[in-house]
């Protein structure tokens, strides 16, 4: 085991030897593009919604951060090989891994439902009928091909832009509730694609962590040689969401938290990664996009409360994107986003990521202050993803109060109308606040989000079962 974790180390060096001090020959050295712009932690809105008051919005003030691993080495280790195995997983596919029942369940699921358009209007019902149709189910699959995404995009339950609303009258729906919407897929995921749709504007795709429908112009396929090239170990994340890719001068497409890239070199403090590019043929072709040390760093970035709290920070205040929606983030795609730079892969919806980790702790049959008690005896800050049915967030450990408290990109706290109907106070962004928001609130009732917490699942990796291999360099 030391062995391989002194191969892995030695490897991991010499891929990135400036930043982890290790001596090492530096890789030939591409054409320089111009100076790359910092990226800068935003600035967050000067007035904070009314049920996030007294919480600090920024992580290191609203706990104390460490320096100190939060897993051992070989747990990292373990972790950032699975995730790596996770991200190329589509481009071992042959053949489509998800029968047509899968593939098309949207049409199920909304064909029966009284949906709304973007005018808030019924939506017509000619329109759902040619996106059905649009579908060529008949002939699903009809495609084999790896491939890989060349700018951010949309990932669809069916293939149609337009959003497709529940009723908007109801709290919780209509706008930014676009049931079509499914996930955002940011550029330089690798993917496969098994169906075309029949006007051919539209791919149906396998991702690492999903599947649905995408512009064709978004994605490229790939041959061997691309896929070689293409498929490492050695990896660099991106640190700042709106980061431009530049090579050559030109504008090579735009980067978020989340996305990573093979590393190819390194110039002085910087970084040279590949990007994906699309050709006039819609074959994939290499370009290289060079990316200061606040832009991208080698990957995983080192596992402390001060790593996670920089990058949670680098996404404070962030606008809340149901699905990805306009390549904002939801509660899950926020966590999602935030531990793939340290090598930790997670599901893409809350239910999935709350059956992750090492443990999961039930807090179902638990009283509101034996859920407290348990969070903060049991809950690990910076590892502990607290759950509930439709969310998640990310237990960062307790206030000088003693309240825990929790990061996650919510929409709103369900309130109580005059007429004992239900409604919602809109928090729409990614915040830290206590596990009783908006309690100070009379309109919404004590107790309400506690008692909706369900359980607690503690990241890690059992690292007796596996043996971790050393990165190619």
Same mark, same amino acid.
């Given at each position: 085991?030391?062995?391989? !974790? ?20 530096? &890789? ?7 100076? @790359? ?12 919604? *009314?049920?996030?008051?007294? =919480? ?8 104390? !951060? #460490? ?5 051992? +080495? ?6 950032? *090989? ?26 199920? &699921? ?22 059905? %149709? ?7 699959? #009809? ?15 069916? @293939? ?17 509730? /676009? ?19 029949? /006007? ?13 429908? =995408?512009?064709?112009?978004?994605? &490229? ?19 700042? /969401?709106?980061? @431009? ?25 910087? +970084?040279? =990664? ?19 040390? !606040? ?15 920089? !990058?949670?920070d680098a996404m404070a205040g962030q606008l809340y994107g149901w699905g990805g929606l306009y390549e904002n983030r939801d509660c899950s795609s926020t966590l999602r986003d935030l531990f793939l730079p340290f090598g930790i892969w997670l599901p893409r919806n809350s239910s999935q990521q709350a059956r992750q980790g090492e443990r999961q702790i039930s807090l179902e049959?638990?009283? &509101? *202050? ?16 607290? #759950? ?42 990614? %915040?830290? #606040? ?31 079962? *596996? ?7």
């Amino acid at each position: 085991m030391k062995r391989l !974790l002194g191969l892995w180390l030695l490897s991991a060096c010499t891929a990135v030897a400036a930043l982890t001090g290790c001596a090492a020959k530096q &890789a030939p050295q591409p054409p320089q593009p111009p100076a @790359p712009v910092q990226a800068e932690i935003p600035t967050l809105p000067e007035t904070v919604p *009314e049920v996030l008051l007294h =919480v600090p919005q920024r992580v290191g003030q609203a706990v104390p !951060l #460490s320096d100190k691993p939060l897993l051992g +080495l070989a747990e990292q280790i373990v972790l950032h *090989e699975r995730a790596l195995e996770r991200f190329f997983a589509p481009w071992d596919l042959a053949r489509t891994s998800i029968p047509a029942k899968e593939a098309f369940w949207g049409t199920a &699921a909304y064909g029966s439902k009284q949906g709304y358009a973007e005018n808030l209007q019924p939506y017509p019902r000619e329109r759902w009928e040619t996106v059905v %149709a649009l579908q060529d189910m008949a002939f699903y699959p #009809s495609m084999a091909a790896p491939a890989i995404v060349t700018r951010n995009t949309a990932l669809r339950v069916l @293939p149609s832009l337009r959003p497709f609303f529940l009723d908007p009258s109801l709290p919780g729906e209509g706008f930014p509730f /676009d049931y079509f919407q499914n996930s955002a897929l940011w550029l330089g995921t690798p993917v496969f694609i098994s169906h075309e749709s029949r /006007d051919r504007a539209w791919v149906y795709v396998e991702t690492p962590f999903t599947s649905g429908w =995408v512009r064709h112009e978004d994605v &490229a396929l790939t041959d061997e040689p691309f896929r070689k090239g293409y498929r490492t170990r050695v990896m660099a994340a991106v640190r700042a /969401d709106d980061t @431009p890719l530049i090579g050559d001068g030109r504008y090579l497409g735009q980067a978020h938290i989340g996305a990573i890239f093979p590393l190819h070199a390194r110039t002085g403090q910087d +970084l040279v =990664v590949k990007v994906p590019l699309r050709d006039a043929d819609g074959r994939a072709q290499m370009g290289l996009a060079q990316l200061g040390t !606040l832009q991208a760093a080698p990957m995983p970035l080192p596992l402390t409360s001060r790593a996670v709290a920089g !990058l949670a920070d680098a996404m404070a205040g962030q606008l809340y994107g149901w699905g990805g929606l306009y390549e904002n983030r939801d509660c899950s795609s926020t966590l999602r986003d935030l531990f793939l730079p340290f090598g930790i892969w997670l599901p893409r919806n809350s239910s999935q990521q709350a059956r992750q980790g090492e443990r999961q702790i039930s807090l179902e049959s638990l009283n &509101a *202050e034996q859920k407290l008690s348990t969070i903060r005896s049991q809950g690990k800050p910076f590892l502990s993803l607290i #759950s509930m049915p439709g969310h998640i967030g990310l237990y960062l450990g307790t206030d000088p109060r003693g309240e825990p408290l929790l990061l996650h990109n919510i929409w709103g706290v369900r309130t109580v109308l005059p007429d004992g109907g239900t409604g919602r106070a809109v928090i729409g962004r990614l %915040a830290i #606040s206590t596990l009783r928001p908006g309690e100070d609130r009379p309109d919404v009732r004590w107790g309400a989000f506690l008692d909706r917490i369900r359980g607690m699942a503690i990241l890690g990796a059992d690292v007796a079962t *596996e043996t971790p291999r050393p990165s190619a360099p």
